[in-house]
């Protein structure tokens, strides 16, 4: 698990996470498995740039991906130079695999509905945001350095949240901090007690505002004594 992000796509959403990690500017590579077919997507800092699928290349390759519904992904930190290939943007990429695909009928199962990996690749801030894009319902376990939270989302909102003894706002606070540690994702389906109260974009600017400052006091605890 150490070093990539692994799931289904059908439960994270492969556009989600494309889209996500456009707009946190990350490079990743991401390999899809469907039904013994191998596609890979790659993001360049923020940047959808190359995709290929046996003969298939750029575009092509990435509307051909996108009608997989029922995939397995995998998540790596993208190293090293590509090559720009993707022409159109996100949006009209999904737009043309949408009309090749026709009505699509998921399985109800979701027994194995689950993402695992570290939280340098994808934070818990990135968690919500794709939840919250999906509208899913999930129950998150999120490990740093031997402490370890949950957070219940309801169709996509952040509603209960857990650390040690702590419960919340506070609790889901002090998670989104954390920049290492690992998480795990299941479905979740069941209702909990309501403990977060504030819209989940003023806890994240609460969780950013306390990471820039101690972020700052680090820097200044770490400055050479001035003579």
């Not at 013994?36 to 990435?62: M, N, P, Q, T």
């Not at 992904?73 to 695999?97: C, D, H, M, N, Y």
């Amino acid at each position: 698990m150490q070093g990539c992000v692994r799931g289904r796509t059908r439960f994270a959403g492969l556009f989600e996470l494309i889209q996500i990690s456009e707009m946190h500017r990350r490079s990743v590579a991401i390999s899809v498995n469907h039904k013994h077919r191998l596609g890979k997507i790659f993001i360049l800092d923020g940047v959808l740039s190359d995709a290929v699928y046996r003969d298939l290349r750029g575009d092509e390759a990435i509307v051909e991906i996108l009608r997989w519904i029922e995939s397995f992904f995998e998540l790596v930190a993208l190293r090293g130079k590509i090559q720009r290939t993707v022409k159109e943007s996100t949006v009209q990429l999904l737009i043309a695999a949408l009309k090749g695909m026709g009505h699509v009928e998921l399985p109800k199962s979701r027994v194995a509905d689950t993402i695992v990996g570290p939280l340098e690749l994808l934070s818990a801030a990135e968690l919500l945001h794709l939840f919250e894009m999906n509208h899913r319902n999930a129950f998150i376990t999120l490990r740093n350095d031997g402490a370890v939270g949950t957070v219940h989302v309801r169709d996509g909102k952040a509603i209960h949240a857990t650390l040690g003894q702590g419960l919340g706002d506070e609790a889901l606070i002090n998670m989104l901090t954390w920049k290492k540690g690992y998480f795990r994702v299941k479905f979740a389906d069941g209702y909990v007690l309501q403990t977060v109260k504030s819209p989940i974009r003023d806890v994240m600017m609460e969780a950013t505002k306390r990471a820039d400052e101690r972020t700052h006091q680090t820097q200044q605890l770490q400055r050479p004594p001035q003579r």
